[in-house]
Structure formats: C-alpha cells, structure tokens
C-alpha cells in the first residue's frame, strides 16, 4: 500500500501531467478558425499551479514509493528552477507560434510533459526511476526540436539531436548496468554503501560511461558537437528551454550521482571536461555569424564553468551550492536573451544573424535594453547574476586550490567576453540595414523578457537569498 | 559440456555492444544507425538480466522498462525520419548537412 503522502512529494509532477493531457485534449476541441491562444494560457496556469505545488510539496521531505524519489531542499531547488524557465518558455511561445503559423496543443503538452521529466530527475534517487526521467525530458525535446517542420533546418536538428542524445542514452544505460553489476543495487544511497566497502574495477568503467551520457544532456565538451546544430535548427523558445531546463536537471542528476554514490575516478574526467567546454565554447562563439549558434557556444562554455564548481572537493558544500547558484543564474540569464531572439526572428526566423542586429539600439530602444542586460549578465558584469555565479564558482575553486583551472576560466571568461560585446557593439554603434520597424513586444513575451530581468538583477544585487538556501540543500546533499 | 556462466552474458554483451556502436559510427543510412542504437540496448538488457541472476530481480524489471523505453524511442525517431525525409527525400546521414559551421 502506498502511503497518501507519496503523492504530494510528486504534486508538481502530478499537476504537470494533467496540464500537459488537458492541454492536447482542448486543442481538437477548438473549431479550425479559433484563437489558440487560450491553450497557451491553459498551460502558463499549469505551470503556475505546479510552482504553487511545489511550495506544497516542500513542506512534506522524505523518500516516496519505496525509495525511488526523495523530496529535499535540493530537489525543491531544482523543481522551482525548472518550472519557472517552462513558465517563461510558454509565455513567449504565444506570439512566436502564431508567427511561424505552428499546431500547439501537442507543442505546450511537450513542453510540460518534459518539464514533468526534468522535475523528476531532481529528485530521483533509483536508477531505474533516473533512466524513465531522463528518457520523458529527452523525448520532449528531441520532438519540440523539430516542431518547425516545414523547415528542412528544424527537422535536421531534430534527427541530429535524436540520433546523438539515444546514442548517450544507450551509454549511461551500460553504465547503469554495469553499476548494478559491479554493486548489486540500483539505489544511489545503497551502491555508495557497497562503493564504501570497495571500488571493483567495473565501477570506474560504469562511472565513465554514465558520465558520458550525462555531458552529452549538459554539452559539455568532448560530447558538444551536437549543440550548435541543434540550437540554430530548433524553434528560439524551444532552445530557450533545453538549453536550460535539461541542463540544470541534468547537473542536479549529476551533483547527486557524483556525490550521493561518492563515485570513485572522476575528478580529473570533470577537470579535463571543464577546462575543455571552456575552451572549445568561448573559441567556437567567437566565429559565428548567427546569434543562436553564438548562444549555443556561450552555453558550452557555461557548463565549463559550473563544471569547475563540481571539482572544488576540499569544500564540497560551497562548490555544490555555486553549481547551483549557477544554474539558477544561468537560466534566467539565457531563458531572457532567447526571448529577446525569437520575438525578434520574426517569420520563418528570418533574422537570426549578428549583423541583422545592426542598430537595434535606434530601431527599438527597450528590446536592446533587455537583450543588454542579459549579454551584461552572460560576460559576468557586476549587479546581474551572472557576476556572483561566476564568483562563487571560482572563489570555490581558488579555496580548493585549483589554481590552474581558475586562471584557465579567468582568461576564458575575458575571451568570451569579445562575442557578446560584438553583439552590443553592433546594437548601439552601427547604422540599421533595414529600416522596417521591429514588431511591438506583445505582452505575454514582454512578461516572460521583465521576468528575466527581475531574476537576473535580483541574482545579482541580492545574491543571499538563494545562495542560503542552496547552502542549505547542498549540506542535505553532501551530509 | 561446461556450465554458462555470468562472464559468458557479460562478453556476448559487451559484443552487441562493440557492434552497436561501430554501426552507429561506420554506417551512413539513418534506419541502420537506428537499428545500431537498439543493439546497444539490448546489449544492456542482456547485461542486466544476466546481473539480476547474481542479485536480485531488480535487473530484469529494468530491462522491461528499457524494452518500452525502446519501442518509444523507435516511434519518435521514424516519426522525425519522416518529417526530414519529406524536406530532403533521403535518409543519407552525408546529406545531413545544413547545420554546419
């Protein structure tokens, strides 16, 4: 008998699914003729129900269906996190849907359907339960990549993203066998216990090959090939999401993994990952000519910076609570500059590419300004959030002496910081090419753009809320 | 006639395996890198099954969530397949080429 209790720790995710069925249900259900725009509204309600369910679900810790799922401070974290970048992505996909003329009851039910599997990747302690997570977000995803698909460019990267993202999967599965081999359990708490009593050789193997399934789901470099060619084919919303959502669920999977299994060998697996995302992203985005190629290179280079916080073992609970104060910053730093793109690609994403940017300062003064604020925040200026995700991340690599990666991310960050001031540069000190005026920003996408820009401010002048919080899950999680 | 063994699963697994991703690597048409994917699975099915004889049953329900996982995962892929084939009309991987830097 399963306790009632269970199903508040899943209330989010239950809610969730719901949405996501309610949703495909009214689509037919709608005559041919009329506004759509009422499913996006049905699923934005979802969304904001499961972060309602999510403070519910808070108040109620502890394992549910016999130990599969544990509800704590660390999971709570990452649910908010998830479902406030699926709330965003769907408040700007109204208009954009409309514009590139896309069917959306099945393409909200995805986007909450995923979000439902990236929920419970934070808060999966079984394997089996991990696999299924991983396997919901992923195939939302890799379908939601291709919702273009009149366009040759989205269907490739929808192939693209597929083909590589089961050929990781099938990975991590062998390592997850080859884990059960090794420690005769599926449970992250039960194979730390036999990991304690002794590593077996199999285990270094297992934990290699889920590490490559997991820096595949975070594109992290030597598995980043597939990034820049997916995110250039994928709707702008849709990269909005994954190039966050499956993100940060996939490091909290790995934060628990790594540390809840005290995996054994990684520790220079992560630094040569780190060192390399850094370098093959920020290189990579120096020579693109699209903005959203330019963006799937910076988000290389970012996970090789919260790959960095992963490494500073001497202080496991300050390097787990700057990974996570980096996701968070992240997230609302680029869920918002992605906005700012797919409102302003108009049809068919005519313009996507650095120079259509020229003069967007004269052209359209507030669209600029956003799109400003979060490059700031991307380079790491001072009062955004990406400043004090960058700080804390280094401050505790510098107290776990690794001094070698943190001038490798330093120097990093000051070559990355040359793409996105080109951005700006182009913005506010070149003529428009065009003088077509930029298309008003309705206000659903208006909302979702200021909501990115309280939450990158508020990351970055008052950084201690969240960091405390994230202080405390990370001591829950390291113990 | 000597006893199987747990080892013997293990090399034909690891096998399947080898085999998979050779053909995920070497082979140009997307329908037979597909069916590549499906053998790496079924080489961790093989190794779970073969697992859960030394343990507990826990390795073969997991093969049974991966069987469906599968069949899933084969739905979406022809279905993608399908919607790139009507915009290029091959199932060439060299053809997938548009996406480049």
């Known amino acids: 008998m399963i306790p009632s209790g269970d199903y508040i720790r899943i209330l989010p995710e239950i809610v969730l699914s719901i949405f996501g069925m309610l949703v495909m249900v009214i689509d037919p259900l709608l005559g041919e003729n009329d506004d759509r725009k009422s499913i996006g509204v049905v699923s934005a309600i979802g969304a904001l129900l499961a972060l309602g369910a999510t403070f519910i679900m808070a108040g109620h810790p502890g394992e549910a269906f016999y130990n599969i799922l544990r509800v704590d401070d660390f999971a709570v974290f990452f649910h908010v996190v998830v479902i406030l970048i699926a709330l965003a992505c769907i408040l700007m996909s109204f208009e954009y849907l409309k514009v590139q003329e896309i069917r959306q009851g099945e393409y909200y039910g995805l986007i909450l359907f995923g979000t439902v599997g990236m929920c419970l990747m934070s808060s999966a302690i079984e394997l089996v339960m991990l696999f299924v997570a991983i396997e919901i977000s992923s195939i939302s995803t890799y379908i939601l990549a291709g919702f273009r698909r009149r366009a040759a460019e989205s269907a490739e990267s929808s192939l693209k993203y597929f083909l590589l993202g089961s050929f990781a999967t099938a990975f991590f599965l062998y390592g997850i066998a080859l884990m059960y081999g090794a420690t005769g359990s599926t449970n992250v708490d039960a194979i730390a216990a036999a990991l304690r009593q002794g590593t077996p050789v199999m285990a270094y193997l297992a934990i290699a090959l889920m590490m490559v399934g997991l820096g595949f789901k975070v594109a992290a470099a030597p598995f980043q090939v597939w990034t820049p060619d997916v995110y250039e084919g994928a709707p702008a919303p849709v990269v909005a999401l994954m190039s966050t959502g499956p993100k940060a669920a996939a490091f909290a999977v790995l934060l628990r ?166 951005l700006l540069v182009m913005m506010y000190m070149k003529e428009p090419q065009s003088e077509e005026s930029v298309p008003s920003v309705p206000f659903a996408a208006g909302f979702a753009m200021a909501g990115c820009v309280v939450a990158t401010l508020y990351l970055g002048v008052f950084p201690n809320r969240v960091l405390q919080f994230a202080i405390e899950s990370a001591r829950t999680l390291v113990h | 006639m000597a006893e199987i063994t747990t080892l013997h699963y293990l090399v034909v697994a690891a096998a399947l395996f080898l085999t998979g991703v050779i053909g995920v690597l070497t082979r140009r048409n997307v329908i037979i890198i597909l069916m590549s994917i499906e053998l790496i699975l079924n080489a961790v099915n093989l190794n779970l099954v073969a697992f859960s004889r030394l343990y507990n049953l826990h390795g073969q329900v997991f093969a049974i969530f991966i069987i469906a996982d599968a069949a899933a995962e084969a739905a979406i892929a022809l279905g993608i397949l399908i919607a790139f084939f009507r915009n290029k009309e091959t199932v060439n991987m060299d053809e997938v080429d548009l996406l480049k830097w």
């Open chain 1, 257 to 422: 993994v790594l540390f809840g299994t005290a995996a054994p060998g990684w520790f220079w697996a992560v630094w040569i990952a780190a060192a390399l995302s850094m370098t093959i992203g920020n290189f990579g985005a120096l020579v693109q000519t699209n903005v959203k190629r330019m963006l799937a290179y910076s988000s290389i280079a970012h996970a090789g910076y919260l790959l960095v916080a992963f490494i500073a073992v001497r202080n496991m609970e300050q390097g787990v609570s700057a990974a996570m104060f980096y996701t968070a910053a992240y997230a609302a730093m680029n869920v918002g500059a992605f906005a700012v793109v797919s409102h302003f690609a108009s049809a068919g994403e005519k313009y996507v590419s650095i120079e259509d940017y020229a003069g967007l300062g004269r052209r359209s003064p507030v669209l600029a300004a956003v799109l400003t604020v979060f490059l700031l925040s991307l380079i790491g200026i001072p009062i955004t959030g990406g400043f004090f995700a960058k700080f804390y991340v280094f401050r505790a690599a510098v107290s776990s002496n690794l001094i070698w990666l943190t001038v490798i991310g330093l120097v990093n960050s000051a070559i990355g910081s040359y793409y996105y001031l080109r």
